[in-house]
């Protein structure tokens, strides 16, 4: 069965497509089978993947109103992982699942036939509280919220926790909070790391390490149709996805990373080849 993951936060251009991409990229690196899904009617995710949005003609959108079974729909892109791709008719299901009973559940019914087929699903949310997103967090069984670490991003923490508990009311009991991820991060200012500790503080929600740092990398890739672990695999923010992938996938941190590793010196033994870079914790931290 997969595990569902849902990447939200109303806010906009806090990193959400990027983490999507990324993280799928790096799960598919570590072998997992991976679906990612654009809930998004600005198709970013679907375009980023290298897919044009504007000649697709079956989209997810067909999908969440019931014409066509996800399978059908499904493509897949450059980075070797599957897409349920978006186009703009996205924004007109909206208005449709508003007159329809049990509007809530469309993706999870719809995702139902996949779950067998992927280890890891993740959705990849517009920037709004809209059916949409509640879609999202229906079908998922956990959710990350990328979160830029600036004045005021509390505020768009606290709406969406508030929304997270009236879906664990109404429509997914089960769905959990995976934690804030820290996205467009600069470690340097005091500013991004009191943000942090202050939605920590006021939310008590886990802080997903490493923060992924600012870095013009992550802006050259969806130009190119790949994420960055293709554009630049080498790069810290793509090794950043790479932790987080880990995570997910239950890996644990003391068999890091093998293509990364330099080969121990020439007539090191064994026993003294150093463990790798167990330092930076890849769990979730900081619940209080
Ligand atoms: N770590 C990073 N460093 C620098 N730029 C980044 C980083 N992560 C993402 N970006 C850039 O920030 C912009 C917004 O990212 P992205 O589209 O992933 O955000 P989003 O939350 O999905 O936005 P929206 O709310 O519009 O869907 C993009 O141009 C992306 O390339
Ligand atoms: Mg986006």
């Given at each position: 069965?997969?595990?569902?993951?849902?990447?939200?936060?109303?806010?906009?251009?806090v990193?959400?497509?990027?983490?999507?991409?990324?993280?799928?990229?790096?799960?598919?690196?570590?072998?997992?089978?991976?679906?990612?899904?654009?809930?998004?009617?600005?198709?970013?995710?679907?375009?980023?993947?290298g897919l044009?949005?504007?000649?697709?003609?079956?989209?997810?959108?067909?999908?969440?109103?019931?014409?066509?079974?996800?399978?059908?729909?499904?493509?897949?892109?450059?980075?070797?992982?599957?897409?349920?791709?978006?186009?703009?008719?996205?924004?007109?299901?909206?208005?449709?699942?508003?007159?329809?009973?049990?509007?809530?559940?469309?993706?999870?019914?719809?995702?139902?036939?996949?779950?067998?087929?992927?280890?890891?699903?993740?959705?990849?949310?517009?920037?709004?509280?809209?059916?949409?997103?509640?879609?999202?967090?229906?079908?998922?069984?956990?959710?990350?919220?990328?979160?830029?670490?600036?004045?005021?991003?509390?505020?768009?923490?606290?709406?969406?926790?508030?929304?997270?508990?009236?879906?664990?009311?109404?429509?997914?009991?089960?769905?959990?909070?995976?934690?804030?991820?820290?996205?467009?991060?600069?470690?340097?200012?005091?500013?991004?790391?009191?943000?942090?500790?202050?939605?920590?503080?006021?939310?008590?929600?886990?802080?997903?390490?490493?923060?992924?740092?600012?870095?013009?990398?992550f802006?050259?890739?969806?130009?190119?149709?790949?994420?960055?672990?293709?554009?630049?695999?080498?790069?810290?923010?793509?090794?950043?996805?790479?932790?987080?992938?880990?995570a997910?996938?239950?890996l644990?941190?003391?068999?890091?990373?093998?293509?990364?590793?330099?080969?121990?010196?020439?007539?090191?033994p064994?026993?003294?080849?150093?463990?790798?870079?167990?330092?930076?914790?890849?769990?979730?931290?900081?619940?209080?």
């Amino acid at each position: 069965m997969a595990h569902v993951l849902a990447v939200a936060n109303q806010k906009g251009g806090v990193a959400k497509t990027t983490s999507v991409a990324s993280l799928g990229a790096a799960l598919t690196e570590l072998g997992r089978r991976v679906l990612l899904v654009d809930l998004d009617p600005q198709a970013c995710l679907t375009f980023s993947l290298g897919l044009d949005p504007d000649t697709i003609e079956l989209s997810v959108h067909d999908v969440l109103l019931g014409r066509l079974s996800a399978g059908i729909v499904v493509s897949t892109t450059a980075d070797g992982t599957d897409l349920l791709p978006a186009t703009i008719e996205l924004a007109g299901s909206e208005a449709v699942l508003l007159s329809r009973t049990g509007r809530e559940h469309a993706l999870r019914l719809a995702l139902a036939d996949l779950l067998d087929d992927y280890d890891v699903i993740l959705i990849d949310c517009p920037p709004s509280l809209g059916v949409l997103t509640i879609n999202g967090l229906t079908a998922a069984d956990e959710v990350i919220v990328p979160l830029q670490c600036e004045t005021l991003s509390h505020r768009g923490v606290g709406q969406l926790l508030d929304t997270v508990q009236d879906v664990r009311r109404l429509t997914n009991a089960g769905l959990r909070v995976r934690g804030v991820l820290p996205t467009l991060f600069d470690a340097r200012t005091a500013h991004s790391r009191a943000v942090l500790a202050d939605v920590v503080a006021r939310y008590h929600v886990d802080v997903l390490s490493p923060p992924i740092a600012r870095s013009v990398r992550f802006a050259e890739a969806p130009g190119t149709g790949r994420s960055i672990l293709a554009t630049a695999g080498r790069s810290k923010g793509a090794d950043a996805y790479r932790r987080h992938a880990r995570a997910i996938a239950g890996l644990s941190t003391a068999d890091e990373i093998p293509a990364r590793r330099s080969p121990p010196p020439a007539g090191t033994p064994a026993a003294m080849t150093p463990a790798v870079a167990v330092a930076v914790p890849i769990t979730a931290q900081g619940r209080r």
